[in-house]
């Protein structure tokens, strides 16, 4: 199983940022996906997730600026994120987890910066 993320990076506030995880190696359609993110000295958190129905849910610090979603097609899920702020600052992370399967999976992470 491989979740490979890409998009991050360094903005301003207030800028945008595209990332994307490409999944391989797990039946993508059944498996619900999310983005999480972890600060400097602060625990993972969940920023969103969209389950394979494709219902959402986001951390309330990023609903309004945030949106994930889901191909299948390409098997891959995304997360735009608008109007950063400097608090978004973290190491995002993708995951996959599989309803009816036990564990979880998760990709190397990529860092996004926001800092004038």
């Known amino acids: 199983v491989q979740l490979q993320a890409c998009g991050g990076g360094s903005v301003q506030p207030g800028g945008s940022l595209r990332l994307s995880c490409a999944a391989s190696g797990i039946i993508f359609r059944f498996n619900d996906m999310g983005w999480y993110r972890q600060a400097p000295g602060k625990q993972r958190e969940l920023v969103a997730r969209?389950?394979?129905?494709?219902?959402?849910t986001y951390t309330d610090s990023v609903k309004g600026r945030f949106t994930i979603s889901r191909d299948s097609a390409k098997d891959a899920v995304y997360l735009q994120m608008n109007s950063l702020k400097p608090e978004d600052t973290a190491i995002y992370y993708c995951?996959?987890?599989?309803?009816?399967?036990?564990?979880?999976?998760w990709g190397q992470g990529t860092l996004v910066t926001v800092s004038s």
């Open positions: 995951n996959a987890k599989n309803p009816f399967e036990r564990g979880e999976y």
């Open positions: 969209i389950i394979s129905g494709g219902s959402t």
